[in-house]
């Protein structure tokens, strides 16, 4: 079956924030019908991300959950793969376990981000351990020593790099890149790529395109209230290169600029700094066309209808929280 042929499915994205507020956004997202909640891993910007997710376990009962994402400098893989048994052992079935290379949760420690032989060691390490319990990590042993469950590991995914290791090694792929139909298509190519060189198939792999959402009265009013989301995706997008990451030419020096003038201290803050930066640069309308589905529901629906026809089936929706 061809990826536009697959049925429609919706996750759901918010930012960790007080426990009993997230709990509630939990609850409301499953009694809505959500398949997915995807929780944020960033420590110094949000609330714990293992604590947040033990929430999600405990008060939903249906809906799939997990970090979206962790990354492998800020948790040890055995620290990861023991936190993620746990919780499958709270939620059997439910529990997904996303990686990504790192950013916010690693920038304002002052860190690096993983280079993508080091994402590739990270995931083939939980993934052993998960399965045999022992791996070794950086040369070093590491081991659970009670069986844990499997959890099901998504890679995130920005450029083609790093979809070709996701289409190689994951269960799934969070794919960032955009919702333009040009984004679409050079993502499942990308990955298409990946999954053939290991002698997989597409059919194989849990496919999510990560988009921030909000509808309202006006295209306009909507844009304005989830900015500071697609600010994060412009900086996603320049990230040590732009090359085969579709963006305009005429463009990639404002993308450039915005990498270097990030504020991770000032991550996801609507109205902040960032979302001045892309103001500033004449980002806006560009950014908010490919990085999030925006509007009236009906323009809302429409956007979706023209990624469903590009190949995208399955969209996580990072909403504001408060």
């Known amino acids: 079956m061809a990826q536009k042929d697959l049925p429609l499915k919706f996750g759901v994205a918010f930012l960790p924030g007080p426990p009993a507020e997230f709990s509630a956004w939990c609850l409301e997202a499953e009694g809505l019908g959500f398949d997915l909640v995807g929780i944020p891993d960033s420590q110094s910007v949000y609330r714990e991300n293992i604590v947040s997710s033990t929430l999600a376990a405990t008060r939903t009962e249906r809906v799939q959950f997990g970090p979206m994402v962790t990354n492998p ?14 919780l499958a052992e709270l939620a059997p079935g ?14 304002n420690l002052g860190l690096r981000p993983a280079k993508l032989a080091e994402l590739r060691e990270y995931v083939t390490t939980i993934r052993q351990l998960l399965l045999r319990g022992e791996s070794v990590y950086q040369g070093a042993p590491a081991r659970i020593t009670w069986k844990p469950p499997y959890v099901p590991i998504y890679i995130a995914a920005i450029g083609p790099r790093t979809m070709e290791l996701a ?4 269960d799934g792929v969070i794919i960032l890149n955009g919702m333009l139909p040009e984004n679409i298509e050079a993502s499942l190519t990308h ?40 600010a994060s995706g412009a900086k996603h997008l320049a990230q040590v290169t732009t090359d085969g990451k579709q963006i305009p030419p005429e463009l990639e ?64 929706l990072l909403v504001a929280s408060a």
Request: with cysteine.
């Open 94 to 107: 439910r529990v997904i376990l996303g990686i990504g290379t790192g950013d916010s949760a690693v920038h």
């Open 253 to 316: 020096p404002a993308f450039h600029e915005v990498m270097g003038r990030y504020r991770f201290d000032q991550h996801q803050v609507p109205g902040g700094a960032n979302v001045r930066l892309i103001e500033e640069l004449g980002l806006v309308d560009y950014l908010a066309e490919r990085m999030a589905i925006a509007g009236t529901p009906d323009e809302c629906k429409a956007q979706i209808a023209r990624a469903q026809e590009a190949g995208a089936h399955q969209f996580c």
């Open 73 to 86: 400098i800020t948790r040890h893989p055995a620290v990861a793969a023991s936190a993620i048994a746990t």
């Open 191 to 230: 990955i298409g790529l990946g999954a053939a060189r290991a002698g997989r198939r597409m059919e194989d792999l849990d496919l999510w395109w990560w988009t921030s959402a909000a509808v309202a009265n006006s295209r306009t009013a909507a844009v304005e209230s989830l900015m500071m989301s697609p």
């Open 167 to 170: 289409g190689e090694i994951a």
